[in-house]
């Protein structure tokens, strides 16, 4: 399906589809020069960008992609993308690498500027583009003509991001909202801002996501279980992936057994990824008390009572909750779930695989995140000790962003919370029958 236009259903029927075009009270993913930021297209229309804000219902009906220009007062102007721009200063690697000259002998210490901050205030109250700001600045500067031509590309690049920014619309993937918290978290770090451990623990990284997608066995048509606890962002990775079409589902399991529709509740980032209706459809909640009733257990009249006040107490939008018959069809009828992907701050890798493998189906495959490599190991050698998986993996990822450029490749040097992904342990369920 290619964005916007016509789409069709599984029966070749036409349906609307304008997943290519920004809609009213969608999420989005702003591109604002380099930072991500997710926001809501519904009112009050303002995105809070430090200290500015944006205002954004212009980009209602944009497509996705499209490049706009922040002028004053948070307003945005549709512009020609950057790409044209990029692409003329790529022909000229060559010249910018072949010049003979070097900045090791240029004077930095710090003089008075000729273009104050004040000074461009006013030149911005006048109505003066960021373009001619920028020259003004490069004009007035005392060491830019002594730089090497790469440096000069440089220093104007990071000028424009400054003064004459850009906004580029994207839609709000789960990978794009992953890429989001991951370039929030980094910059917190880097600016010295404390990180709280439990916002560390619930950020799952992009390329953690994928791992999990990929090891997890989240195809369409799968009937999946998600131990959430990255504020949703990993069921709305896996419906995804299922689609919400045919017979596939994703019944997930939020680790504090709670759900809300608020910005910063358990499930915030769930409501930040844009899915179609059919897919968010398909999503269905429920609880250990459901679980255990569907697979025939007597639940304690308190436990279920304790579990209703947190989870099901929305009054607003109560989420949608898993049928008894639906789970009872699917781990008494089916054998159980076909997959299991699980991240919790609150359960360890070998709590959650002692309660919910019973739960998969002979052949089911799984993978557990955590932050910690002994406590993936201990869910490793519990699993191998009772011989109840084969093919199991102890894994982690690593991600470390570097300029690749001809003689100027090289990591970057920010800091950053940490450079690994966390670490996963997956594998595939034996039939309990025959695991001994």
Known sequence: MADGGTDYDNNGAERNCTLGLARRDAPVVLD?????????????????????????????????????????????????????????????????????????????QPKPDVVTHDTVNDLKRKGVSGDEIVASIIESSTTFQEKTAFSQAKYIKKKMKKHNPRVVLRRATALAVAEAQHLNANSSASNGSFVPPAAVSRALRYDALALMLHHGGAVAGAEVLVLDGSRGLLTAAVAERVGGAGNGSVVALPDDFRYTTGTRGPASAFHQ????????????????????????????????????????AEKDAPPPRATQEGLRSILRDRGGFGSLLATSGRMSPASTLR???????????????????????????????????????????????????????HPHMNATPSQSGGYFVSGVKCNSTTNR
């Not at 219902?57 to 307003?75: D, N, T």
């Not at 052949?363 to 009772?386: K, T």
């Not at 199991?392 to 003689?407: C, G, I, K, M, Y």
């Open 355 to 409: 309660e919910l493998l019973p739960l998969l189906a002979p052949g089911a495959s799984f993978i557990i995140h955590s932050p910690y490599l002994s406590a993936v190991s201990e869910a490793c050698a519990w699993m191998h000790e009772n011989r109840l998986a084969v093919n199991l993996s102890v894994f982690d990822t690593f991600l470390r962003e570097h300029q690749a450029l001809p003689n100027r490749s």
């Open 32 to 108: 604002v020069s380099g930072r991500l930021f997710t926001t809501k297209l519904a009112p009050p229309f303002k995105l809070a960008t430090g200290r500015d804000y944006i205002h954004v219902k212009s980009l209602i009906g944009s497509p996705f992609g499209a490049e706009f220009a922040l002028g004053e007062k948070g307003r945005l102007e549709r512009v020609e993308p950057e790409k044209a721009r990029e692409a003329e200063l790529a022909r000229d690697w060559a010249v910018l690498f072949a010049d003979a000259r070097s900045n090791a002998n240029i004077d930095y």
């Open 273 to 312: 990824v844009d899915l179609d209706d059919d897919v968010r459809n398909s999503v269905r909640y429920t609880t250990p008390c459901d679980l255990a009733e569907a697979l025939g257990k007597t639940v304690p009249e308190s436990m279920r009572k304790q579990e209703t006040d947190k989870i099901w």
